[in-house]
T-cell receptor, first 110, second 115 residues
Framework: QKEVEQDPGPLSVPEGAIVSLNCTYS??????FMWYRQYSRKGPELLMY????GNKEDGRFTAQVDKSSKYISLFIRDSQPSDSATYLC??????????FGGGTRVLVKP | NAGVTQTPKFRILKIGQSMTLQCAQD?????MYWYRQDPGMGLKLIYY???????DKGEVPNGYNVSRSTTEDFPLRLELAAPSQTSVYFC??????????????FGPGTRLTVL
């Protein structure tokens, strides 16, 4: 079993819709949770960074962590074609290495 | 700041050849990492370094070597290239403190094909 699981997609939505992305993880020691966005043929860029359970909002992006169910979510409101990318979730225990999910490809259609 | 830079962008190698992938960062980060990403897959850690002179193996270190003589540079060496090393290689860096999380910043990647 992978430590961080993510549906590979692709997830196709119309412009303006809410994009909902999820990951599950198995390691109870994970405390830090991140979402990276990766455009085709580019390096991943950090979108959201959260510690422990709770919500974090940044513009159109909201990250949620539920440690009791080991569930990580990212919501993108008012999606734009420029949001089309692969989204990678990552988790980390304190002082340890990041563990990445396989990524979910998102396509926002105009 | 240039952030994390990688060279070359693309390379084609023949089986058995060797090469060095270059990585540099100008953010004074103490930690640096090398990942590989295969099509449709996530990132797998090859090697990492917590500071100059200190390196350690990640999840998939076989066939690779690293060195860290300065804070800024973290080259990855492939000694005897094999088709299984065809991948996209990403270098990353972060400023990390013991017992804390770290936000990693990635370079643009090197696309390597071994034929």
């Amino acid at each position: 079993q992978k430590e961080v699981e993510q549906d590979p997609g692709p997830l196709s939505v119309p412009e303006g819709a809410i994009v909902s992305l999820n990951c599950t993880y198995s390691n109870s020691a994970f405390q830090y949770f991140m979402w990276y966005r990766q455009y085709s043929r580019k390096g991943p860029e950090l979108l959201m960074y959260t510690y422990s359970s709770g919500n974090k909002e940044d513009g159109r992006f909201t990250a949620q962590v539920d440690k009791s169910s080991k569930y990580i979510s990212l919501f993108i409101r008012d999606s734009q074609p420029s949001d089309s990318a692969t989204y990678l979730c990552a988790s980390q225990a304190a002082g340890n290495k990041l563990t990445f999910g396989g990524g979910t490809r998102v396509l926002v259609k105009p | 700041n240039a952030g994390v830079t990688q060279t070359p962008k693309f390379r084609i190698l023949k089986i058995g050849q060797s090469m060095t992938l270059q990585c540099a960062q100008d953010m004074n980060h103490n930690y640096m990492y090398w990942y590989r990403q295969d099509p449709g897959m996530g990132l797998k850690l090859i090697y990492y370094s917590v500071g100059a002179g200190i390196t350690d193996k990640g999840e998939v270190p076989n066939g690779y070597n690293v060195s860290r003589s300065t804070t800024e540079d973290f080259p990855l060496r492939l000694e005897l290239a094999a088709p299984s090393q065809t991948s996209v290689y990403f270098c990353a860096s972060s400023y990390s403190r013991p017992g804390a999380g770290n936000e990693q910043f990635f370079g643009p990647g090197t696309r390597l094909t071994v034929l």
